[in-house]
C-alpha cells in the first residue's frame, strides 16, 4: 500500500485547491509549513469535517452525514467505514502526539505519527510510514506556529516545508463532525488494548450524533465525548472469536448515568482519573467471520438530551 502520508497530503491538496468552499483558512509559516485552519479562526463546517476526517484516515476511510434523532430531535449523524482500520484508524486517525511545545499545546492524530511510530499501535500493527511529507492534524484553541513546525519536522525527518497542519478547535462544528467520526477508531482502540490482534479486525463502520457546539473546549470535550460514550453505534467484522467483546463498548452509563461534563470537573481535567473504559462507543455489533454475532450496550438519548441541552 502507497504511504499513508502520501495519500493523506492528496487530501491536503484537495483542501487547499477548494478552500474557500469548504470556508478553511490557509497560512504558509516562513519555513513554508503550511498550516490549514479548519476551525480555530473560522468557525469550521461540515464537509470541512468529513474532509478532514477523510484526511485523518489517510483516505482509508468513508465518511458521511446522515439525519437521525436524538431524543425526537434531527439531528446531523456522521457515519465512517473502513476495510483497513488497523492502518487507517489506529496508524493514522488516533489522536496519539501530545504536542508541547512552548506556550503551544494541542493534540496530534493523522498519519505523521507513522513516521515517528512510538506508540504501541505501531507495534501491534507492524507499521512504519516512510514519506517525504508530514499530514498532522492538530487539535487545539490556537494556530501552530514556527516553533511547533520545527519540532514536527525533526520528529518525522522531513523538511519544514513538506509539514502540512491541519487545525481545529473542538469548539467548532469541524470539531463536532471530526468528533463523531471517531466512534469505529474507538471501538477499534479498545479491542486492540484488550488483546486482539488488530490486524484480524477486517472492517468497522461507527455512526453518532454531531454535538451541538459548545461555548468554550472544556463543555464541547464534554459534548463531543457524551455523543460518542452514549449515542455511538459500531458494527465490526472479524476474523476470531474473542472472550472480551463485551468490554469493548463505553461504561459510562454504568459509572455515571449523567453527562460526562461534571464527572470531567471533578477529575479536574484530568482523564487518567477516569476509566478508560468510557471513553468507547455506546453500543457495538460484533460478527465473527462465519461464526456468532454478538450486540452489547446500548445507547442513552436520554443523556444526550442533557448534554446537547434539548
Not at 505523521?112 to 508530514?134: M, T, W
Not at 461507527?206 to 455511538?232: F, N, S
Amino acid at each position: 500500500m502507497e504511504s499513508l502520508n502520501r495519500m493523506a497530503t492528496e487530501l491536503v491538496d484537495e483542501a487547499i485547491d477548494f478552500a474557500d468552499e469548504l470556508t478553511i483558512g490557509v497560512h504558509q509559516q516562513e519555513g513554508d509549513a503550511a498550516v490549514l485552519d479548519f476551525g480555530v479562526e473560522v468557525p469550521g463546517a461540515v464537509e470541512a469535517g468529513l474532509l478532514l476526517a477523510e484526511i485523518q484516515t489517510s483516505g482509508l476511510a468513508t465518511v458521511q452525514t446522515a439525519m437521525d434523532e436524538v431524543a425526537g430531535a434531527p439531528l446531523t449523524h456522521v457515519e465512517l467505514s473502513t476495510d483497513h482500520p488497523a492502518l487507517g484508524l489506529l496508524c493514522s486517525q488516533k489522536g496519539g502526539w501530545e504536542l508541547s511545545v512552548d506556550d503551544f499545546e494541542g493534540l496530534g492524530s493523522g498519519p505523521a505519527r507513522a513516521l515517528v511510530a512510538e506508540e504501541e499501535e505501531f507495534n501491534r500493527v507492524g507499521y512504519h510510514d516512510a514519506s517525504d511529507f508530514a499530514v498532522l492534524v492538530v487539535e487545539s484553541e490556537e494556530l501552530p506556529d514556527e516553533n511547533v513546525a520545527a519540532h514536527v519536522a525533526e520528529r518525522t525527518g522531513v523538511p519544514e516545508s513538506a509539514v502540512f497542519f491541519p487545525t481545529f478547535s473542538t469548539a467548532s462544528v469541524t470539531g463536532s463532525v471530526v468528533a463523531a467520526a471517531r466512534a469505529a477508531e474507538l471501538a477499534t482502540f479498545r479491542l486492540s488494548e484488550l488483546g486482539y490482534d488488530p490486524i484480524e479486525i477486517l472492517s468497522v463502520t461507527g455512526k453518532a450524533p454531531v454535538a451541538p457546539v459548545a461555548g468554550d473546549e472544556e463543555a464541547a470535550i464534554a459534548r463531543t465525548t457524551d455523543a460518542l460514550a452514549y449515542g455511538a453505534q459500531v458494527h465490526i467484522t472479524v476474523e476470531e472469536e474473542f472472550d472480551r467483546f463485551e468490554e469493548v463498548v463505553s461504561t459510562a452509563a454504568e459509572e455515571y448515568g449523567t453527562p460526562l461534563g461534571e464527572t470531567f470537573d471533578d477529575a479536574d481535567w484530568d482523564f487518567s482519573e477516569v476509566p478508560v473504559d468510557v471513553f468507547a462507543p455506546a453500543q457495538v455489533t460484533v460478527d465473527v467471520l462465519g461464526g456468532e454475532t454478538y450486540v452489547f450496550g446500548d445507547t442513552h438519548e436520554d443523556v444526550l438530551a442533557e448534554s446537547f441541552g434539548l
